[in-house]
């Protein structure tokens, strides 16, 4: 007997087919696709943080149509390198790499950022929202609140690969299973020795040698000359460079800062006429990649690429590049930023000496305790010794000019607590200015690095008056300063809300900045410099301040053997004060400054102010008489013996700073 079929019965798939089909797709070579067209089907910018959010277009920035296409799966380049200035979409070229991985070419990748809460923010605000746009990845990673998924912020896991976000500043977040693509992002910012391994970049590097595929992606904008993995790295490979056709004559040339105008047009090198920007997006259109060397195309792209080539609409226009290369020739502050993230290129003078003997030839005519003119903010560094307090006294005033008011080295034993009121009553006292009007201490740091508790207790009833408890930080990526983390508990483990906060203080940051402005002090005129020191410093003053030279293998300040150093690091300590919120001289405008004037400097004709008064308007028979050697004060008194050694101190305690 047959049973007739229900005229409803759905007809089963056959298992052999199915379990066919997907070894088929399993084993079958997605079609080749460049990562720009890919980009070009499939990418979509987010609302969140895109100028232009909906479907990406390559021709908005051609220019990194060639730069994608090497990380192609066809493409034979192993390494590809981007010298950049910000806005011209380098780490948009990771993120659409990554993408393509993903959804097309997938295999084990890694992320690195300078430190590790970047890696986080990265994959948090950049990764996770086009993830969540574009079904083509959304369908390959699961989110990571899911238990089954396997992904959490670091790490994203999707058939056939994975890509972990990694620091850095983390050597455990570095060391992990063998990579076959590597995205490495700001490399300039990695520090030079990680955990006494090496340097991050190299280490990195090191997780893809089992792969002879692999793929290495270094975006990166510049920073010190000579101490810049960058540079290096760029100068490494075939050294591109995208020249545009002028408008006027066809002349081909790469564009260069000397040639825009001060009212934002760019001189033709061939022609000389003067270009209009709104002829940009054709020059971008028809520009082409150059390479110096050519013989090294095949396995290593470098490409360099500055703001002036920035697409129209999605960076800054030349007229505002002029506008701020201008400021930077009047604020010599901001010639630093100006040529790594405007010009993208490394910045001469970090790494190069300033001498002790010429920082003291630029000694002014007045003395220390004494407050000339323009010094209207006053700061204070500490640098706690084992036998002594090292106490910097800075004046600060517009563009962020400073004078040394004194540097003193007082008697005294940290760990006695009575010893501390030596240091408050010299602080406490007021300095009169040019004016009469007497200056009281705005803010100060005190270094906690070798008698962490002591410097707590002591500062802890001070933060009030503005002390704050600092702590070095050799992170070459650092912020001068930034914010202040809690450090008391109660007995329930719980933070104390007005317990002492602890600042960390970006020394590396701090010196570099300071360096290069004694460096460009030297071309300056006496009134124009950005640090004056008084005629009473004494040589040891100078051979501290300039007892550090900068480590290009390790990126970070490191003192010279045997020498002391504590003028350069109270220096730094007050600088940071100076930047702290309660005083914030960086973010000072002009009507800022100008009410500070007329209350600390109420006029010129003062009878207080005569011994300041310049010598050409009072004429050479009242002008004050130079500072001669006698007249200097007597020079602090020989240290004492070191006090009893705290037992709770490390071995190796003196070694530190």
């Given at each position: 007997?047959t ?19 997907s ?11 460049t990562?720009?067209?890919?980009a ?13 959010p909906?479907?990406w277009?390559t021709?908005r ?11 192609s ?21 990771g993120?659409?790499?990554l993408?393509y ?5 997938p ?5 690195v ?5 970047m890696a ?31 992904n ?8 056939a ?11 455990n ?17 990695y520090?030079?020795d990680?955990?006494?391994?090496g ?11 089992t ?7 270094d975006?990166?904008s ?7 993995a ?16 002028c408008?006027h ?7 260069h800062?000397?040639?825009i ?18 002829h ?6 028809a520009g ?13 792209r ?11 609409g ?6 505002e ?10 604020d ?5 930023t100006?040529?790594?993230t ?6 001469e ?5 300033v001498?002790a ?10 003395v220390?305790?004494s407050i ?10 500490v ?7 090292a ?9 962020e ?10 008697p ?7 010893d501390?009121?030596?240091?408050w ?34 500062v802890?009833?001070?933060q ?15 912020p001068i ?19 002492i ?17 004694l ?10 410099r ?21 480590d ?6 490191v003192?010279k ?13 007050a600088?940071?004060a ?7 001289i ?15 400097e ?8 005569a011994?300041?008064?310049d ?11 130079p ?7 007597v ?10 050694a705290?037992p ?10």
């Amino acid at each position: 007997m047959t049973l007739d079929a229900h005229p409803h019965d759905v007809a089963l798939a056959d298992g052999a087919d199915i379990a066919t089909a997907s070894w088929s797709r399993g084993w079958t070579k997605p079609d080749p696709i460049t990562v720009s067209a890919w980009a070009d089907t499939y990418r979509v910018l987010p609302r969140e943080g895109a100028a232009e959010p909906g479907k990406w277009r390559t021709d908005r920035a051609p220019y990194l149509r060639e730069i994608m296409d090497c990380l192609s799966a066809e493409s034979t380049v192993r390494r590809i390198t981007i010298r950049k200035s910000t806005q011209v979409g380098g780490t948009e070229v990771g993120i659409n790499w990554l993408a393509y991985i993903v959804e097309h070419n997938p295999g084990p990748t890694m992320y690195v950022l300078p430190t590790l809460d970047m890696a986080r923010k990265f994959s948090e605000h950049r990764f996770a929202p086009i993830v969540e746009l574009m079904p083509c990845l959304r369908e390959r990673i699961g989110p990571a609140t899911s238990r089954t998924s396997g992904n959490t912020l670091l790490s994203k896991k999707f058939p056939a690969g994975m890509i972990i976000f990694s620091g850095a500043n983390s050597g455990n977040s570095l060391a992990t299973m063998p990579i076959k693509n590597l995205v490495l992002d700001e490399s300039s910012k990695y520090p030079g020795d990680l955990d006494d391994q090496g340097s991050a970049e190299e280490q990195a590097i090191r997780r893809t040698s089992t792969f002879t595929r692999r793929k290495i992606l270094d975006i990166s904008s510049p920073t010190v000359k000579d101490a810049c993995a960058i540079d290096r790295n760029y100068e490494a490979g075939d050294q591109s460079q995208l020249w545009l056709t002028c408008p006027h004559c066809g002349e081909r040339q790469v564009l260069h800062i000397d040639q825009i105008t001060d009212d934002g047009h760019y001189l033709c090198t061939g022609c000389g006429q003067l270009i209009a920007e709104h002829h940009k997006s054709a020059m971008l259109a028809a520009g082409q990649w150059i390479a110096r060397h050519p013989e090294r195309s095949a396995l290593h792209r470098s490409f360099a690429v500055w703001a002036a080539y920035a697409p129209i609409g999605l960076g800054y226009t030349w007229q505002e590049i002029a506008d701020m290369r201008a400021a930077a020739r009047k604020d010599p502050a901001l010639l630093t930023t100006f040529t790594n993230t405007i010009l993208g290129e490394s910045y001469e003078g970090a790494s190069q000496k300033v001498e002790a003997s010429e920082l003291s030839q630029r000694a002014g005519k007045w003395v220390r305790r004494s407050i000339p003119r323009g010094a209207l903010i006053l700061t204070a560094g500490v640098d706690v010794q084992v036998n002594r307090f090292a106490v910097q006294l800075v004046a600060w005033g517009r563009n962020e000019q400073a004078w040394i008011i004194d540097y003193v080295e007082l008697p005294a034993d940290p760990t006695r607590i009575e010893d501390w009121g030596i240091l408050w009553d010299y602080l406490a006292q007021p300095i009169d200015n040019a004016c009469s009007v007497p200056l009281r201490i705005a803010a100060g740091c005190v270094d906690s690095g070798n008698w962490t508790q002591e410097v707590y207790t002591a500062v802890r009833p001070m933060q009030a008056q503005g002390y704050m408890a600092i702590k070095g930080s050799k992170d070459a990526a650092r912020p001068i300063i930034g914010r202040a983390s809690k450090q008391d508990a109660d007995k329930r483990g719980r933070t104390v809300r007005k317990g002492i906060n602890l600042w960390l203080i970006g020394v590396n940051t701090a010196k570099t900045t300071l360096m290069q402005r004694l460096l460009g002090d030297a071309d300056r005129a006496e009134e124009s410099r950005l640090i004056h020191f008084p005629a009473d410093l004494g040589d040891d003053y100078y051979a501290m301040l300039t007892a550090e030279r900068f480590d290009l293998t390790a990126k970070r300040w490191v003192k010279k053997s045997g020498a002391r150093n504590e003028s350069l690091d109270t220096l730094v300590y007050a600088y940071a004060a100076a930047l702290s919120p309660q005083v914030r001289i960086h973010l000072k405008r002009d009507a800022d400054w100008a009410t500070l004037e007329a209350k600390l400097e109420p006029g010129t004709d003062d009878l207080f102010v005569a011994r300041f008064i310049d010598e050409k308007k009072t004429g050479p028979e009242k002008a004050r008489a130079p500072v001669e050697a006698a007249d200097l004060p007597v020079p602090p008194p020989t240290m004492p013996a070191a006090p009893r050694a705290n037992p709770f101190a490390s071995a190796d305690w003196m070694t530190r700073r």
